[in-house]
């Protein structure tokens, strides 16, 4: 069968676009499964985290399904939800959307640029919840806040949190952030352990100044990723607790694909994270995928997008020169 994709990427994690909002397929979750392996393959596919699924919806504008290049269905993908906003904006004329995600409503609009000439989306991060049975984490108390394992890293604090992906978050310095320990920890977690069953995403935090912070993520089934949105958002919502940053006020996400705005909201007690960052546009491509082989029929890229967020990651990568040393 021929596929068209669109390839975008939001902060450098990058992710195919499979229209089915136009074009239905019928293909069992087995068979997106195995797809998305194939396509993400970046030596003989297309290369990519995952693929998102853009489908109608019977309770919104539209629907999203994440399937992360290992052929796992994630819940929820921050960065996945900015790229299939600007799509599903394009798509149907509209600046603002309400996109049915597998644990909630989220609202998604266009907005103004995060850095010039690059196309940026505002999406709404939620629910947020600290019961650990959520993640879920195998831990003798019903939240853990700031709090040590001691055979994981007995001078770290950790917080666990779900946005509704699983998350385990840590702010560390600089010394810790270029170690190896977050590699050896995550890699831990994410394969037969005690603590979390399903995996988890980990997280360092570098706090470079106010109102700036600096995340590298573990993602749960990718590995080390440029940047993963939920993470991001969750970051943000752990430093507020640590008063480190401040509710409702905008937070300058750095990463190792460039950059994110974050906004925490407290209503009554409830969660709700703005993550604010591009939807890039990299190529659009049509395959021809026939007994699990892909092979490129035709193929257009978007040299002005691409360079335009180059600029921006430049920008980035001098700041963080200062900061990270």
């Known amino acids: 069968m021929e596929l068209k994709f669109t390839k975008c990427h939001g902060s450098g994690n990058d992710f195919l676009i499979l229209d089915e909002y136009t074009a239905p397929l019928s293909m069992t979750d087995e068979e997106r499964a195995s797809l998305t392996i194939k396509v993400c393959n970046r030596e003989t596919g297309l290369g990519a985290d995952g693929v998102l699924f853009f489908q109608k919806s019977e309770v919104a504008d539209g629907k999203m399904r994440v399937f992360n290049s290992d052929g796992s269905e ?15 904006c394009e798509l149907l004329g ?52 700031n709090q040590k394992i001691e055979d994981l890293a007995s001078e770290l604090t950790f917080t666990a949190v779900a946005v509704p992906n699983p998350h385990f978050i840590t702010l560390v310095d600089t010394e810790t952030l270029q170690s190896d320990l977050q590699e050896k920890m995550s890699s831990y977690l994410n394969r037969e352990n005690p603590y979390f069953p399903d ?21 749960r089934g990718v590995g080390f990723t440029n940047a993963c949105g939920t ?28 950059k994110v705005k974050c906004v925490v909201h407290d209503k009554e007690g409830t969660y709700t994270i703005d993550l604010i960052g591009n939807a890039t546009y990299e190529y659009e491509v049509t395959i021809s995928y026939v007994g699990d082989e892909v092979e490129t029929i035709a193929k257009t890229d978007f040299i002005n997008e691409v360079q335009a967020y180059g600029e921006m990651q430049v920008a980035v990568k001098d700041y963080l020169k200062s900061r990270l040393c």
């Open 94 to 145: 509209k600046k603002q959307l309400r996109i049915e995600t597998m644990k909630a409503v989220l609202l998604v609009e266009e907005t103004e640029s995060i850095h010039e000439s690059i196309p940026t989306y505002k999406v709404e991060i939620s629910p947020v919840s600290f019961q650990v049975s959520d993640l879920p984490m195998n831990i003798d108390t019903s939240t853990f806040i």
């Open 74 to 88: 994630a819940s929820m993908c921050g960065n996945g939800l900015r790229c299939i906003a600007r799509y599903g």
């Open 231 to 258: 993470a991001m958002s969750a970051s943000t919502l752990v430093t507020c607790l640590l008063n480190e940053n401040v509710v409702g006020e905008e937070v300058t996400v750095y990463n190792p694909g460039g």
């Open 199 to 219: 995996g988890v995403n980990v997280s360092f935090i570098k706090i470079l100044e106010k109102e700036n912070i600096y995340v590298r993520t573990y993602e």
